[in-house]
């Protein structure tokens, strides 16, 4: 049984109301080898997968909503007076701790709120301003991150739950945990007499 499937059986079996904040949380610790799909909290669906969401598909998501709502990975959404103060095409050139020349392209929107709590940003608004951008920034189809601040300026991935975009966490990681000498960890899965199920100690549900 993969780490995904025990973790779904798990919430299944507890019949404990998660938050979606929580539920992204623990869905992105998963991606490893999480299936691209819906996953169900609360009467929602969190679609979460491995590829993140593509300037396509958000594009696409914003000609299907009436307003506008990013929710944090706390639960709070952000305030509805927001700004979208920039798109950027952000290229990232970097080698890992491997040595492997890497190179990432996303498109940043970065939210921002002052005190013109009246303000009130459209879906066919956001289209505008990224078309405007398509053509100065001249970029194809890529990934999107939100950059928020809160304490400290935050990136974040993006979800959509079917009313609203969730921020998700960005983690860091070692790309190159062969060269490094880390193990790679796997979830310990028990056999039971209704078959395979999942070690309670193993961290994956």
Same mark, same amino acid.
């Given at each position: 049984?993969?780490?995904?499937?025990?973790?779904?059986?798990?919430?299944? &079996? /507890?019949?404990?109301?998660? =938050? %979606?904040?929580?539920?992204?949380?623990?869905?992105?610790? $998963?991606?490893?080898?999480?299936?691209?799909?819906?996953?169900?909290?609360?009467?929602?669906?969190?679609?979460?997968?491995?590829?993140?969401?593509? &300037? /396509?598909?958000?594009?696409? =998501? %914003?000609?299907?909503?009436?307003?506008?709502?990013?929710? $944090?990975?706390?639960?709070?959404?952000?305030?509805?007076?927001?700004?979208?103060?920039?798109?950027?095409?952000?290229?990232?050139?970097?080698?890992?701790?491997?040595?492997?020349?890497?190179?990432?392209?996303?498109?940043?929107?970065?939210?921002?709120?002052?005190?013109?709590?009246?303000?009130?940003?459209?879906?066919?608004?956001?289209?505008?301003?990224?078309?405007?951008?398509?053509?100065?920034?001249?970029?194809?189809?890529?990934?999107?991150?939100?950059?928020?601040?809160?304490?400290?300026?935050?990136?974040?991935?993006?979800?959509?739950?079917?009313?609203?975009?969730?921020?998700?966490?960005?983690?860091?990681?070692?790309?190159?945990?062969?060269?490094?000498?880390?193990?790679?960890?796997?979830?310990?899965?028990?056999?039971?007499?209704?078959?395979?199920?999942?070690?309670?100690?193993?961290?994956?549900?």
């Amino acid at each position: 049984m993969s780490a995904a499937l025990c973790w779904a059986s798990a919430l299944a &079996l /507890s019949n404990t109301p998660y =938050t %979606l904040a929580r539920l992204s949380d623990w869905a992105l610790a $998963l991606l490893p080898w999480l299936p691209c799909g819906p996953i169900m909290a609360e009467s929602k669906s969190l679609y979460l997968c491995k590829k993140k969401m593509q &300037l /396509s598909t958000f594009k696409q =998501t %914003l000609g299907q909503v009436d307003t506008l709502q990013f929710q $944090l990975p706390n639960g709070k959404f952000v305030p509805a007076h927001f700004h979208l103060t920039e798109v950027g095409h952000v290229t990232r050139n970097y080698i890992d701790c491997g040595g492997t020349l890497r190179q990432e392209n996303k498109l940043n929107l970065q939210l921002w709120v002052a005190s013109d709590v009246d303000h009130r940003l459209k879906p066919s608004s956001v289209l505008d301003i990224l078309q405007l951008a398509e053509k100065q920034l001249a970029y194809n189809d890529m990934e999107v991150e939100v950059e928020y601040q809160e304490c400290t300026i935050g990136r974040y991935r993006l979800a959509f739950d079917g009313s609203a975009f969730q921020l998700i966490n960005t983690q860091t990681a070692c790309l190159a945990a062969d060269q490094c000498g880390i193990p790679q960890e796997k979830p310990r899965v028990r056999v039971t007499a209704s078959g395979v199920s999942c070690d309670p100690n193993s961290g994956c549900c």
